[in-house]
């Protein structure tokens, strides 16, 4: 396997965001004049409207050392930080950042508040192994597609298995949580081996998972 890019690394402390405000002294302005002071984000909250946090109050193109910040959501259910490092980095950036707003604006903010976490990880790779071939009866199934489309489109079109996903009755929580999926990378030919894959997993399980796939699959 050749690792290609990480796409999103997202790290998502669930924290109600009222409770970071016990002493009700935080007022939103000063808290972006100062986020935009420290980290540089090129778009953020400026009408009043943009300070909606169910919708999400939003802050892009930030940067803290070398890693870019991609962008900062704050909710009333949480907030969450994407880089395209890893999970790892977003992780560190975002308690970082909430120990700075301790001691900056007297955030009510404690590690332990953050009792549930969510992760997303989407990454791309290249592999010679056929990362898709998980079943024979796929292939049988392609050739059959395969024939019949010829014969009815009058072009030969060569089907072969694009995609696997792993996902959980969305009906058993209220809050989001991103799937499992492999697939052939979108806009690139499938002879260049290029794949992609989502993950509500820290980066680093994530690239573990899909080489444990590539071994399985290589035997």
Excluded: C
């Excluded at 332990?112 to 056929?130: G, I, K, Q």
């Excluded at 597609?145 to 030969?156: C, L, R």
């Excluded at 806009?187 to 081996?193: D, L, P, Q, R, S």
């Amino acid at each position: 396997m050749k690792r290609s890019a990480v796409l999103l690394a997202r790290y998502y402390g669930l924290i109600q965001i009222e409770d970071l405000n016990n002493e009700g002294s935080l007022y939103y302005p000063d808290i972006v004049a100062a986020l935009v002071e420290r980290y540089g984000f090129l778009k953020f909250p400026q009408k009043i409207e943009d300070f909606d946090e169910v919708k999400g109050i939003e802050f892009v193109g930030g940067k803290v050392g070398k890693y870019v910040i991609e962008k900062l959501m704050l909710f009333n259910s949480g907030i969450y930080i994407d880089t395209q490092s890893s999970t790892d980095v977003s992780e560190a950036i975002w308690h970082e950042m909430m120990d700075w707003a301790v001691g900056k604006f007297g955030l009510t903010f404690r590690p332990e508040m953050v009792t549930r976490a969510a992760y997303v990880s989407n990454v791309t790779f290249h592999s010679d192994v056929p990362m898709l071939a998980v079943n024979p009866v796929l292939d049988n199934i392609a050739k059959r597609v395969s024939d019949e489309v010829a014969e009815n489109f009058k072009q030969v079109l060569e089907f072969e298995p694009a995609s696997v996903a792993l996902s959980f009755d969305s009906l058993s929580t209220k809050f989001g949580v991103a799937g499992f999926s492999l697939q052939r990378r979108e806009g690139v030919a499938f002879w260049e081996n290029k794949y992609f894959s989502g993950a509500p997993l820290k980066t680093s399980v994530h690239w573990e998972l899909l080489e444990e796939w590539e071994r399985a699959l290589a035997t």
